[in-house]
């Protein structure tokens, strides 16, 4: 395995335990226990990996050429406990890509504080960078405005109050299809892909 991939894989696997668990905390902060019961409000990364989607997916991916996806075993939040849920649900959601680009901004300083200094030690550069181009691109794909990512919580502030039970079954299920989504556009249309790669690109200048 070269050093891109061991870097990618520092960086994504605890950028992907924060985004989940951030969801967990804030969700418990508006009165949903749920992710708090089930032993989910925690930073031990076993308790979140999903060896398909957080390991093996990734990695498959990798080695096929095509642009790394991967997640985590999803936080469990019950947004009937949510004290408002309509409104706070939309909070719970968003608060993963926040925490994201939070990451992607300390990753950020780091490496240029690093740059700055004339002390480029290449172990702490490359995994700032790699944090950074991970993060940033993590939020920006979760802001998708598509069911599950964090971003359909837009969309559910126009579905009508008695659909939400359907919507949230529809929700649950919809991984594989955005899955498919990701690998096709990777194979044939390139959108995703060529968008992605140009916020990254947009986060390196910045840096150097």
Not at 10 to 20: D, Q, R, Y
Not at 49 to 74: E, N, R, V
Request: glycine share 6%; charged share 10%.
């Amino acid at each position: 395995m070269s050093s891109s991939y061991i870097y990618f894989f520092i960086a994504i696997i605890p950028s992907i335990v924060l985004h989940e668990v951030s969801h967990g905390f804030v969700a418990n902060y508006f009165g949903d226990s749920t992710a708090k019961q089930m032993h989910r409000l925690t930073l031990n990364p076993i308790r979140h990996i999903d060896p398909f989607g957080t390991l093996l997916l990734p990695a498959i991916l990798i080695f096929s050429g095509l642009p790394a996806f991967g997640y985590a075993k999803p936080v469990p939040v019950n947004f009937s406990q949510l004290r408002n849920p309509r409104k706070q649900s939309l909070y719970v959601s968003l608060a993963g890509p926040l925490v994201n680009i939070i990451l992607s901004a300390a990753a950020f300083g780091l490496c240029k504080l690093d740059i700055k200094n004339f002390n480029i030690n290449p172990w702490v550069l490359n995994i700032g960078v790699y944090f950074g181009i991970v993060n940033i691109t993590l939020a920006a794909f979760n802001l998708i405005p598509l069911p599950p990512l964090d971003g359909s919580a837009i969309i559910e502030r126009f579905i009508p109050r008695k659909r939400l039970a359907s919507y949230y079954q529809l929700r649950s299920k919809a991984l594989p299809i955005v899955m498919g989504l990701v690998i096709l556009d990777s194979l044939f249309f390139h959108v995703g892909t060529h968008a992605l790669g140009s916020l990254q690109n947009w986060w390196l200048n910045l840096l150097f």
